[in-house]
């Protein structure tokens, strides 16, 4: 990715996506206006995650990836 600087905003749409359709990026505040500016789904105006790109984020492997952790609970006779 070329050098942006230090704003490059990262423009996710908010329903049912994942997988990274939809996504773009900007650096420029008028452009985000425009991307998100009436744009409807099945009626319904969409809505938008907007965060700030991470210059220097953490990598594994020159990947990145993100820490998930599963915890199960058990209960026997009222005790944890």
């Known amino acids: 990715m070329p050098k942006f600087g230090k704003n490059l905003w990262i423009i996710k749409p908010g329903e049912n996506?994942?997988?990274?359709?939809?996504?773009?990026?900007?650096?420029?505040?008028?452009?985000?206006?425009?991307l998100i500016q009436n744009v409807n789904v099945n009626g319904n105006r969409?809505?938008?995650?907007?965060?700030?790109?991470?210059?220097?984020?953490?990598?594994?492997?020159?990947?990145?990836?993100d820490i998930r952790t599963f915890t199960m609970m058990c209960t026997i006779n009222g005790n944890l």
């Open 17 to 34: 996506t994942n997988r990274g359709c939809g996504i773009q990026v900007s650096k420029e505040l008028d452009h985000i206006k425009g």
């Open 46 to 65: 969409r809505s938008y995650i907007i965060q700030k790109y991470i210059e220097k984020p953490l990598l594994y492997k020159n990947r990145k990836f």
